[in-house]
């Protein structure tokens, strides 16, 4: 498998574009994560989905992100408008289960960095 | 409330051990977690921990103490590859079973 696939790699947009960015996760897992890391404040969960359904998107910052999985191998995250605080790299993970026992790590995507000029 | 506490930065010398430790407060508890990630990478798991104790894999083990909510990781016979963030993510016991992350340990091998 090629594991969990993310584009773009890097992208550079000024303050009030819309930015999407894009996730494919491991075939056959049923648990896709979006995360943001950043030096100050480190890796935060974003928002998690189980069988496309959201689940717990407590970690989404406010109303200009949004996320949505419409189908079981693609999910996009939304920011719109982009602000300069937005800087980050955003990762996507996916797991095959949340339960204990093996095969419950997730698996990260190489991530997006973003700039927000 | 949640807190992950790992002290920052480590320093170790090249065929040395290292231990990194990790204390935790959370909402009740379902597994801890080591990651590992290079500089400019993504995260990559190391190992799981649910019940006390200690688990081995290779040069690399995580110990768990739940009643103290304590873990560590040690890394045996380091290598200079082994220069990278160690993250240590807790997965609490709430409705939505979520991975709680530290802030990570950055740990420098040096010859």
């Known amino acids: 498998d090629a594991g969990v696939i993310q584009s773009p790699r890097h992208e550079v947009t000024e303050m009030g574009q819309e930015v999407t960015l894009r996730c494919k996760p491991i075939s056959g897992h049923d648990y896709l994560f979006w995360y943001r890391q950043t030096m100050m404040r480190g890796l935060e969960l974003l928002i998690y989905?189980?069988?496309?359904?959201?689940?717990?998107d407590s970690g989404m910052p406010e109303d200009r992100f949004s996320a949505k999985m419409p189908n079981a191998s693609f999910s996009t995250l939304k920011i719109q408008p982009s602000e300069p605080r937005d800087s980050a790299v955003y990762f996507c993970?996916?797991?095959?289960?949340?339960?204990?026992?093996?095969?419950?790590?997730?698996?990260f995507g190489p991530g997006t960095r973003l700039t927000v000029l | 409330g949640q807190n992950i506490d790992q002290p920052t930065e480590m320093t170790a010398t090249e065929g040395a051990i290292v231990q990194i430790n990790c204390t935790y407060q959370t909402s009740g508890f379902n597994g801890l977690f080591w990651y590992q990630q290079h500089a400019g990478e993504a995260p990559t798991f190391l190992s799981y921990n649910v019940l006390d104790g200690l688990e081995e894999k290779g040069r690399f083990s995580s110990f768990l103490s739940r009643s103290k909510g304590y873990s560590y990781l040690l890394l045996k016979e380091l290598q200079m590859k082994d220069s990278a963030s160690y993250l240590c993510a807790v997965r609490g016991r709430d409705s939505s079973y979520k991975l709680i992350f530290g802030s990570g340990t950055r740990l420098l091998v040096r010859p």
């Open positions: 993970a996916s797991s095959l289960t949340l339960a204990g026992g093996p095969n419950n790590e997730q698996f």
């Open positions: 989905f189980n069988n496309n359904v959201p689940i717990d």
